[in-house]
């Protein structure tokens, strides 16, 4: 059940910027927006989430637009470990609170 | 903070053992952990949501009888995959989520890769 879209992989130069899009068109007032990342062989590492402001945070900045239909992740300057599969989840934190995992978008960063 | 372990990091068996990995949450308590099962090339998926004193709740599809799962203290889940054969054969992946935190995130531990032979 994708409730978000993103695309299926994008690369980006050693120490630029890397701007990750999602599209979450469905979300609803009670979905927080996250974000994880998973390296190879490891287990997913939480990044971030928002729910209407901008966020930011050692690792990352969150930017969601007004009418939260879409996110994007921004890493300022990207390393060669920040090479992995990012995923854009929308959670609701009055539910269940199961995270939807889907196909994410695998960033390459390109020394 | 928010630190998950799992144990064994892999493990392999023959096929009709049964194999135990342990979830633990090191530096905050957990009422609530999830298992995930993720094949090659492919994304996490939840397999069921531990619930400390109580029954796991699975998901569509996951046999219950074969992934039994216990989650006897704030700190400690276990996912036992009973009569494991080759087509069991995964990453199984454990988060929790910090009970005192007011917000839902969810914190993931290395992951236990099971070889079945």
């Known amino acids: 059940d994708a409730k978000t879209t993103q695309p299926t992989s994008m690369d980006c130069a050693e120490g630029r910027a890397a701007n990750l899009p999602c599209n979450h068109s469905?979300?609803?007032?009670?979905?927080?927006v996250y974000w994880y990342r998973q390296i190879h062989s490891q287990g997913p590492q939480y990044i971030i989430h928002g729910l209407k402001n901008n966020e930011t945070n050692e690792m990352a900045s969150l930017i969601i637009t007004e009418d939260r239909k879409s996110s994007t992740l921004i890493l300022p300057h990207a390393t060669l470990r920040d090479t992995a599969v990012y995923y854009c989840i929308v959670l609701d934190q009055t539910g269940a609170n199961n995270l939807f995992f889907g196909t994410g978008t695998r960033l390459t960063v390109i020394p | 903070g928010a630190v998950v372990s799992q144990h064994p990091s892999r493990v392999i068996c023959k096929s009709g053992t049964s194999v135990k990995i342990e979830c633990r949450s090191l530096d905050f308590q957990a009422t609530t952990m999830f298992w995930y099962r993720q094949f090659p090339k492919q994304s996490l998926m939840l397999m069921a949501t531990s619930n400390e004193g109580s029954k796991a709740t699975y998901e569509q599809g996951v046999e219950k009888d074969k992934f039994l799962i216990n989650h006897a203290s704030l700190t400690l889940s276990t996912l036992t995959v009973a009569s494991a054969h080759p087509e069991d054969s995964s990453f199984y992946i454990c988060s929790a989520r910090d009970m005192a935190s007011g917000d839902k995130t969810q914190y993931f531990g290395p992951g236990t890769r099971l070889l079945v032979l």
């Open positions: 469905t979300i609803s007032g009670n979905e927080y």
